[in-house]
């Protein structure tokens, strides 16, 4: 059993930045392929970014490519979510999850999909005005 949660989210203007964070429970947090995933108002939660075991291969959706960057430390059993040139578009629910899936050395689109995932942290709000 993994728990997660977030922090991080806020308010913030268009161009501006924020690093989200999600500490997770448990001593094997290394061997979860971790994802982050997003929910506007009124659409379906949608993916945005996802880091191998290691840390070492990382996939993003092509919006956030270029301005997002996720990152681990398995030290301190977080994984982060570095939001730069943040878009109004980019107004979300933020949501980490864990996968169990054993093939995560390497990460790409296998990891999208939200089926891939077991566990889910509660969301954190994210906020770009215009």
């Known amino acids: 059993q993994v728990q997660l949660v977030e922090s991080g989210g806020g308010l913030v203007q268009a161009g501006g930045s924020l690093r989200l964070s999600c500490a997770a429970s448990?001593?094997?947090?290394?061997?979860?392929?971790m994802g982050w995933f997003r929910q506007a108002p009124g659409k379906e939660r949608e993916f945005v970014a996802a880091?191998?075991?290691?840390?070492?291969?990382?996939y993003y959706t092509d919006s956030v490519k270029g301005r997002f960057t996720i990152s681990r430390d398995n030290a301190k059993n977080t994984v982060y979510l570095q939001m730069n040139s943040l878009k109004p578009e980019d107004t979300a629910v933020y949501y980490c999850?864990?996968?169990?899936?054993?093939?995560?050395?390497?990460?790409?689109?296998?990891?999208?999909?939200?089926?891939?995932?077991?566990?889910w942290g509660q969301g954190t709000q994210v906020t770009v005005s215009s």
């Open positions: 999850a864990a996968s169990s899936s054993k093939r995560g050395s390497y990460v790409d689109t296998f990891y999208a999909a939200e089926l891939r995932y077991d566990y």
């Open positions: 448990g001593r094997t947090f290394s061997s979860y392929v």
């Open positions: 880091i191998s075991w290691s840390g070492g291969s990382t």
